[in-house]
């Protein structure tokens, strides 16, 4: 459990070492592969939680122009933002589809996340998107954090159930 804690902090620390060399252009639409390589949580077993290792997954996260039928109902607050309107970092955002790989695209899962920029040679470059309202947090070519926590503290959940508790991490790549 420690080592999984530990982890967790280290995913959890932004380093300048993997920046997405890739994504330059405020608003160009990309797609990213993310592979999760290692899966832990708690599953509620008979009135208690119990820690357990979750299966792996693939996942395709595409960034989505806003104007798009595929962008659903996701409409971001910032547009045609300039890449020099921050010095040397700053944040916009962008609509994203967070999926499963080989399941189906549905518009209407698309959600607006914020995206960190910083300063790279004579632009910028996305240092990570924040989809914390899906449980992500990832690097388009980088890490990646997924988690899938809930508020149930009812010690009595009806039928004895609760949904899992879960946090994987892996990596991303941009698909050319």
């Given amino acids: ?5 530990v982890l967790i902090i280290l ?5 300048g070492g993997t920046q997405a ?8 639409p990309f797609s990213t592969l993310c592979v ?8 509620w077993e008979q009135g208690e939680w119990v820690a357990v290792r979750f299966k792996l997954s693939k996942y395709i996260i595409s960034k989505i122009q806003p104007d798009s039928p ?22 916009t955002e962008g609509c994203y589809n967070i999926r499963r790989m080989g399941t189906e695209f549905y518009p209407h899962l698309t959600q607006v ?8 040679g004579s632009g910028h470059s996305i240092t990570y998107i ?29 039928k004895n159930y609760k949904d899992s508790l879960s946090i994987s991490v892996g990596k991303c790549s941009v698909i050319p």
């Fill in 1 to 5: 459990m420690r080592r999984a804690v």
């Fill in 11 to 15: 995913f959890s620390i932004p380093n």
């Fill in 21 to 28: 060399q890739n994504i330059e252009e405020l608003n160009k």
């Fill in 36 to 43: 999760g390589e290692k899966s832990t949580g708690f599953n």
């Fill in 70 to 91: 595929k962008a659903g109902s996701c409409k971001t607050t910032l547009k045609n933002v300039k890449s020099g309107s921050f010095q040397i970092w700053g944040w």
């Fill in 113 to 120: 996340c914020p995206e960190n920029w910083e300063k790279s």
């Fill in 130 to 158: 924040d989809c914390r309202k899906k449980g992500w947090v990832f690097r388009p070519n980088g890490n990646f954090i997924h988690s899938s926590i809930h508020v149930n503290l009812d010690p009595s959940p009806e």
